[in-house]
């Protein structure tokens, strides 16, 4: 059993940058793939940033690509999410998400084992 915990959500200007954390426990990180998922208010959960088990892969959706940095520290267990030049566009529940024994970067909700709670962003003037 894997838990995630999302950390680091709050209000931010536009331009400004923000960097989510995701920690992880009870089994070790090294075994799952991560991604982040977001869902801005009203809208559907969507895939914006994964890295692979190893973290040789990540991908981004178009929406992020450019200003969004996925890393992950297998030593301490947890994955960051760095946002730059955010808009306003970016406001909504952030959530990690874990895929076991995955060889893939995980880009959509198919193969998900786990999630966490979600943290909230806000980018706002």
């Known amino acids: 059993q894997l838990q995630l915990e999302e950390s680091g959500g709050g209000l931010v200007q536009p331009g400004e940058s923000l960097t989510l954390s995701c920690a992880a426990s009870?089994?070790?990180?090294?075994?799952?793939?991560i991604a982040w998922f977001r869902q801005p208010p009203g809208k559907e959960r969507e895939a914006i940033a994964c890295?692979?088990?190893?973290?040789?892969?990540?991908e981004y959706a178009d929406s992020v690509k450019g200003r969004f940095t996925i890393l992950r520290n297998n030593a301490k267990n947890t994955v960051y999410l760095t946002m730059t030049s955010m808009k306003p566009e970016d406001t909504g529940v952030y959530y990690c998400?874990?895929?076991?024994?995955?060889?893939?970067?995980?880009?959509?909700?198919?193969?998900?084992?786990?999630w966490g709670e979600g943290t909230l962003v806000a980018v706002s003037s």
């Open positions: 998400a874990a895929e076991a024994f995955s060889s893939r970067c995980p880009m959509d909700h198919n193969g998900i084992n786990y």
């Open positions: 890295i692979s088990r190893v973290g040789g892969t990540t």
């Open positions: 009870g089994i070790g990180l090294d075994y799952y793939a």
